[in-house]
């Protein structure tokens, strides 16, 4: 069964570093999100992307942080100059008719900004 | 703001009983309704979506939505241990993307 693929699983970073996280979507999915969850609270959207550009964004999605659909698979999260708040499990999903429909998560990457 | 709200429980339910799960919102227009599944340390999977007030029924699993209450529950019927997990609701308004609940922690034991 396709998935959604993100890699790493774990990163640890030292605070002021950057960091990518890569996402291999669903390959006929068309809208592709970038959510957060901190340890012990909810489920946040930081991105929305589709037809290779950025379709809605949250307050928390500020300048630190871009996304990328780099060669057609692919679709990255950076975070350009990494804080302590932004340790977190962020998790890329992908639909093939957007937010309305089933999302797709992939199993998500932890991110340790110490 | 636009909010979603759930008890963050723990609900305890013994196996086999009848687990409810009960979610409001705050954006009347609102347009989708979904409830989503989430064991601990892995990623939300979908369980059901509903559109439409009234009951949706997916094997023992029952969405119920009540948009003029803004609320959405969730039924799980003959509850399982293997249902002990954190249950999300999440809603869409007229913008591509889901607003998440802080998710209800569902325990049954046997």
């Known amino acids: 069964e396709p998935e959604v693929t993100q890699t790493p699983s774990h990163q640890v970073t030292q605070m002021g570093q950057e960091v990518i996280l890569r996402c291999v979507p669903i390959s006929n999915h068309l809208y592709f999100y970038w959510y957060r969850q901190i340890l012990g609270q909810k489920v946040e959207f930081l991105v929305s992307f589709y037809n290779n550009e950025i379709s809605e964004k949250s307050e928390i999605f500020d300048d630190q942080f871009s996304v990328e659909r780099p060669d057609g698979s692919n679709f990255t999260l950076k975070i350009r100059s990494t804080k302590l708040e932004d340790s977190a499990m962020y998790f890329c999903?992908?639909?093939?008719?957007?937010?309305?429909?089933?999302?797709?998560f992939g199993e998500g990457s932890r991110l340790t900004v110490l | 703001q636009k909010e979603v709200e759930q008890n963050s429980g723990p609900l305890s339910v013994p196996e086999g009983a009848i687990a409810s799960l009960n979610c409001t919102y705050s954006?009347?227009?609102?347009?989708?309704f979904f409830w989503y599944r989430q064991y601990s340390g892995k990623s939300p999977e979908l369980i059901m979506f509903?559109?439409?007030?009234g009951d949706k029924e997916d094997g023992r699993f029952t969405a119920q939505l009540n948009k003029a209450s803004q609320y959405v529950s969730l039924l799980i019927r003959d509850s399982q241990p293997s249902d002990s997990a954190t249950y999300l609701c999440?809603?869409?308004?007229?913008?591509?993307?889901?607003?998440f609940g802080t998710g209800t922690r569902l325990q049954v034991f046997p």
């Open positions: 954006d009347r227009g609102s347009q989708s």
């Open positions: 509903i559109y439409s007030n």
């Open positions: 999903a992908s639909s093939p008719q957007g937010a309305g429909g089933e999302l797709f």
């Open positions: 999440a809603v869409k308004g007229n913008t591509d993307k889901l607003i």
